[in-house]
């Protein structure tokens, strides 16, 4: 994958704190992919964090202005005239939408069975779970990756096992990995 390969990113992923830092760490110079999202899939994360995970709105606020700040080329739109076209879940079709607009490869979100294979193939787009990504990352940039993973560590005062073990909340694989090929197990 080279540095402009596109990727967008669903609200799901995005609301998770921990996976959201390290995947757009990897997105940072030097990249290993371009992140794409919509304002709709913006107000869709600030609701989350809002509504489902007490977050205090001036917190929400500013998560929001933080990656649109560091990510201006992020940001799509006029992408709503595709919707009516797409067969994917239909709350998720702004997301599918979104990655043909802007020309993704690829689909980051934890809910893989609201975009079904046949929804996809028409538009050559794919879909992952932020795991199996993630584990691509590391296999072709193991030192980046590892170099990232340190930086967030030692950025929030823990060891890389504690924010491995973090991590593996929602990506199990993904961590037991990095604590095998870090040596921290």
Same mark, same amino acid.
């Given at each position: 994958?080279?540095?402009?390969? &596109? ?9 998770? $704190? ?14 290993? $992919?371009?992140?794409?999202?919509? /304002? ?10 809002? &509504? =489902? ?9 500013? +998560? ?9 080329? @992020? ?15 239909? =709350? /998720? ?20 069975? /609201? +975009?079904? &294979? ?5 538009? &050559? ?7 199996? $990504? ?5 296999? !072709?940039?193991?030192?980046? !990756? ?6 967030? @560590?030692?950025?929030? =005062? !823990? /060891? ?13 694989? +993904? @961590? ?10």
């Amino acid at each position: 994958m080279k540095a402009d390969f &596109k990727v967008t990113i669903d609200a799901c992923v995005l609301a998770n $704190y921990a996976v959201c830092d390290l995947l757009l760490r990897l997105a940072e110079r030097p990249r290993q $992919y371009l992140p794409v999202w919509s /304002d709709k899939i913006l107000d869709e994360v600030y609701r989350t964090q809002i &509504k =489902k995970l007490n977050w205090p709105k001036h917190l929400a606020e500013h +998560f929001r202005s933080a990656v649109t700040g560091t990510f201006p080329e @992020a940001s799509i739109s006029d992408f709503e005239h595709i919707i009516p076209s797409l067969n994917n879940h239909e =709350k /998720d079709r702004h997301v599918l939408a979104a990655a043909i607009h802007s020309d993704s490869s690829l689909i980051l979100t934890f809910n893989l069975r /609201d +975009f079904p &294979k046949d929804a996809l193939e028409p538009w &050559k787009v794919e879909v992952s779970h932020p795991q199996d $990504y993630l584990i691509v990352l590391h296999e !072709m940039e193991p030192v980046q !990756m590892a170099s990232r993973i340190a930086a967030i @560590a030692a950025q929030r =005062k !823990m /060891d890389q096992l504690d924010l491995l073990l973090l991590l593996g909340k929602s990506l199990p694989n +993904f @961590a037991s990995r990095l604590i095998d090929d870090l040596g921290l197990g």
